[in-house]
């Protein structure tokens, strides 16, 4: 376990899903809103 690079990639995933999801003019707190905290939660933890 290596905290700073894994919690490095777990965000990394999240900024990738926010870029995918964003519908143009949609702000990053209303998409993460639409990501949901299980599914944000998903995504910081998958390997």
């Excluded at 777990?10 to 998409?31: L, M, N, S």
Aim: proline share 2%; hydrophobic share 40%.
């Amino acid at each position: 376990y290596r905290p700073g690079y894994d919690a490095a990639r777990g965000v990394g995933r999240i900024a990738a899903a926010i870029r995918e999801a964003r519908f143009r003019g949609e702000t990053t707190a209303a998409c993460l809103t639409k990501l949901g905290a299980a599914g944000v939660t998903e995504l910081y933890r998958q390997e």
